[in-house]
């Protein structure tokens, strides 16, 4: 065991730790940060995201001991960091995946929105395809694809104050009403 100290939402943690234990573990099983979800445990569902610097780190392949010294930020850090960084409510990623029905299960949520917000800290108006390939580590169960891709759209939209996308069941089906929607 060794004793890690970690920055985790903000907060600067220590926690003693087998050598082997990955973040996933120790943000679970010993900080109680079960939104982070344990899913495949080798690296191909992304339900174990988290930001590490900022970046969408798979928390399943990276031992804990490599996060010292780094900020680690788990679904549970999304809505204080956006209110530290002066805004209000919830992250606009987190809002907009509730109102698009994008959270299903729920399972692939956290490492969802983390990727996402990720990719809008970085490029804060990317296309339908940079938005694809950036969540294309992230598997859904639930194959909620296009809802998910439509709250990421919609964040983006209100951001930049633009028009935001029509739901895709009404894009096969002209006759609907822009009022009715």
């Known amino acids: ?99 698009c029905g994008a959270l299903q299960c729920g399972f692939c949520q956290p490492g969802m929105m983390l990727t996402a917000r990720a990719l809008l800290n970085e490029n804060p108006n990317p296309d339908r395809t940079e938005i694809q390939k950036a969540l294309s580590g992230n598997l859904c169960r639930c194959t909620g694809y296009t809802q998910i891709l439509e709250a990421v759209e919609t964040a983006i939209a209100e951001s930049t104050e633009s028009e935001p996308p029509r739901p895709a069941w009404t894009q096969d089906h002209p006759h609907v009403r822009e009022d009715a929607l």
């Open 1 to 99: 065991m060794r004793v890690l100290t970690l920055d985790v939402n903000g907060d600067r943690l220590e926690t003693a730790a087998p050598d082997h234990w990955t973040l996933l573990e120790v943000l679970r099983y010993k900080l109680g940060l079960t939104g982070s979800k344990q899913g495949c445990d080798k690296g191909d569902c992304g339900a174990c995201t988290v930001l590490v610097d900022g970046k969408p780190v798979l928390a399943c392949l990276t031992l804990a001991a490599e996060a010292v010294g780094s900020k680690v930020t788990t679904i549970e850090g999304l809505r204080p960091a956006h209110l530290e960084g002066g805004g209000t409510g919830v992250d606009p990623v987190q809002d907009a995946f509730d109102r």
